[in-house]
T-cell receptor, first 112, second 111 residues
Framework: DAGVTQSPTHLIKTRGQHVTLRCSPI?????VSWYQQVLGQGPQFIFQ???????GRGNFPDRFSARQFPNYSSELNVNALLLGDSALYLC???????????FGAGTRLSVL | GEDVEQSLFLSVREGDSSVINCTYT??????LYWYKQEPGAGLQLLTY?????DMKQDQRLTVLLNKKDKHLSLRIADTQTGDSAIYFC???????????FGSGTRLSIRP
């Protein structure tokens, strides 16, 4: 039984570019959440999607967007990258009776 | 507002118990979690407790919740070198379907 998979594991971009991060949830889970973790801090909530609809949004600019596909996988898109977007981006698969969030290993984004 | 606070560092001797503390501000929490993060890795769910419980024990881990004081703690018995990591307290708020994380407590083990 596969866990939460995220791709790519590492990514290097330059300022102003666009990036797409991908996440596949645990089989049977219909909800995905995205988090940004800057070095030395706790994860910050970006989005939650359930059944392809946005259920929650954190305090992030409109440069950040996401979507969920019919197979419940998800993409996080960030436009016009800034140096401050450098972080570990974590995806959580949400499911089960208790709605526990299980995290993937993350995508480490470096913006130069 | 929603805020979760933890002390940044904790150092304990191998074999002793570790107690990591967390306080939160909003009383509308539903679940409270403890996650472990090792260097370069994602978050590993250690344990969780529902807001209507006071205590939960799971092998070497004991979680205590004081709702009146909005205080959560994680006790690790017989701390081992493999327990070295950053531990995050996280609180789920049903109104926004999101988790608020603390800034993490770095646990180091002395021989």
């Amino acid at each position: 039984d596969a866990g939460v998979t995220q791709s790519p594991t590492h990514l290097i971009k330059t300022r102003g570019q666009h990036v797409t991060l991908r996440c596949s949830p645990i089989s049977g889970h219909k909800s995905v959440s995205w988090y940004q973790q800057v070095l030395g801090q706790g994860p910050q909530f970006i989005f939650q999607y359930y059944e392809k609809e946005e259920r929650g949004r954190g305090n992030f600019p409109d440069r950040f967007s996401a979507r969920q596909f019919p197979n419940y996988s998800s993409e996080l898109n960030v436009n016009a990258l800034l140096l401050g977007d450098s972080a570990l981006y974590l995806c959580a698969s949400v499911g089960g009776a208790k709605n526990i969030q299980y995290f993937g290993a993350g995508t480490r984004l470096s913006v130069l | 507002g929603e805020d979760v606070e933890q002390s940044l560092f904790l150092s304990v001797r191998e074999g002793d118990s570790s107690v990591i503390n967390c306080t939160y501000t909003d009383s509308s929490s539903t679940y409270l979690y403890w996650y472990k993060q090792e260097p370069g890795a994602g978050l590993q769910l250690l344990t969780y407790i529902f807001s209507n419980m006071d205590m939960k024990q799971d092998q070497r881990l004991t979680v205590l919740l004081n709702k009146k004081d909005k205080h959560l703690s994680l006790r690790i018995a017989d701390t081992q070198t493999g327990d070295s990591a950053i531990y995050f307290c996280a609180v789920v708020y049903s109104s926004a379907s999101k988790i608020i994380f603390g800034s993490g407590t770095r646990l180091s083990i002395r021989p």
